[in-house]
Every structure is written in structure tokens, then in C-alpha cells.
């Protein structure tokens, strides 16, 4: 079990808005610890999306956007895609985890 | 072009030992730290290990401390990740990943290998 949560699953009809969330805790996101968001097609490495909370990368569309309050996060993805479909990961850190360093346990975005 | 590449995966027996590389080229090395990130089939992503850009300090995940040593040669643009004592819950595709941002050593992951397969069975 991930120290950060996120949804197994969501799903999404084609130019549609979805939200995943990234639950953590006072020791990690709650902390003050900045929030960090990948996207992994099928069979492809993971991609950074979001870094910093809510920044993105050059050449990530700003159809994708993420936030942070309190202890949790969350990644947003408007006028959704058939491309969009793919694994979706927060990482962060935690002052309580050996080496800092940790992934929620992923999200499987459908687009139906 | 940034780019990281990893070797080294096979197919080791449990208990055995194998070295994982990470090539990077395209930037400058030794200002940035490099991770470990494996994914066991199926599963999700799992930090193994970090190592800053001096190669001065070292970070592992409770799995693997005390079985696994990363190392790095700037000379060579190249981390290295030697595992012993392999298991079967360690097979998994590893990859190695940069830090977004240099002489730091936690951060964003932006740019990821394309991976290695280790695969621990007997």
C-alpha cells in the first residue's frame, strides 16, 4: 500500500474534464514537499507531466494542469483525449520514508 | 539530445548478483543526481535508489538496502546499480532517471531511460 493514494481508476468521455487525486499526509504532500506528476503510455517509460505542483514542462499541452492543498494534490486533464489514456503517477517526498523518495500507487485513466 | 540508456538486465537466479548501467549524454552529468525507478509486471512504479551528482551521498528503499550499492563514474557519463542477493519480488523493468534540477538531490524525474528487464527465477 502507497503512502500517497491515488484512484485505481477513472474514466472519461472524449473532450471531457477529469481530476486525480493524490492523498498523502502531513509528513510528505501536508509537509510541504513540492508534488510531481508522470504519465505512462502502455509499454513506454514514464514521462514527467507535472513538476513543482503545477508546472509543466515545454511541449506537455495545457490541457493538463496540477494543484496542491493541504495534503493532497491533484492532476487535471480537460478536453480529454483518446491519447490521454494511460497510467498516471504522483511522486513526492516524505521525511518519515527511508530515502524520501516515493510514487502513488498509479492510475489507470480510461478514455471511453 | 538528453538521453539516458540502461543495460545490463537478464534473466539471474535467485541469490545471484547482477550490474545494471545507466549511459547519459547530452547534458552536464555530474551536476545532477540519478535514480532507480523499477516496475514490477503489472505494477506500479517503485523508487529504488539515488545518488547525487558527486556521487557523495546515497539514498536506498528499505526492499533493497543492504543488497543493493549504486555508484556513479563521471568520467564515463555512467551510474551503475549492482544488486546481490536477488530475489524473486526484484524482478521488475528498472529505470534510471535524472533529477530536473542540478546540485540538488530530490526533485522531479525528467528524463527517464527507456529501461532494462531483470528477471530473478530459477
Redesign the interface.
Known amino acids: 500500500q ?1 503512502v500517497l493514494t491515488q484512484p485505481p481508476s477513472v474514466s472519461g468521455a472524449p473532450g471531457q474534464r477529469v481530476t486525480i487525486s493524490c492523498t498523502g499526509s502531513s509528513s510528505n504532500i501536508g509537509g510541504g514537499y ?1 508534488v ?1 506528476w ?1 504519465q ?1 503510455l502502455p509499454g513506454t ?4 507531466l507535472i ?2 505542483n503545477n508546472n509543466r ?1 515545454s511541449g506537455v499541452p495545457d490541457r493538463f494542469s496540477g494543484s496542491k492543498s493541504g495534503t493532497s494534490a491533484s492532476l487535471a486533464i480537460t478536453g480529454l483525449q483518446a491519447e490521454d489514456e494511460a ?1 498516471y ?1 504522483c ?1 513526492s ?1 516524505d521525511s518519515n520514508v ?9 492510475t489507470k485513466l480510461t478514455v471511453l | 539530445e538528453v538521453q539516458l540508456v540502461e543495460s545490463g538486465g537478464g534473466l539471474v537466479q535467485p541469490g545471484g548478483s547482477l550490474r545494471l548501467s545507466c549511459a547519459a549524454s547530452g547534458f552536464t552529468f555530474s551536476d545532477y543526481a540519478t535514480n532507480w525507478v523499477r516496475q514490477a509486471p503489472g505494477k506500479g512504479l517503485e523508487w529504488v535508489s539515488v545518488i547525487s551528482g558527486s556521487g557523495g551521498s546515497t539514498y536506498f528503499a528499505d526492499s533493497v538496502k543492504g543488497r543493493f550499492s549504486i555508484s556513479r563514474d563521471n568520467s564515463k557519463n555512467t551510474v551503475y546499480l549492482q544488486m546481490n542477493s536477488l530475489r524473486a519480488e526484484d524482478t521488475a523493468v528498472y529505470y534510471c532517471a535524472k533529477l530536473a534540477s542540478p546540485l540538488r538531490l530530490f526533485d522531479a524525474l525528467d528524463i527517464w531511460g527507456q529501461g532494462t528487464m531483470v528477471t530473478v527465477s530459477s
Open positions: 502507497s513540492d510531481h508522470y505512462q517509460a514514464p514521462k514527467l513538476y513543482g514542462p497510467d503517477y511522486q517526498h527511508s530515502g524520501y523518495v516515493l510514487f502513488g500507487g498509479g
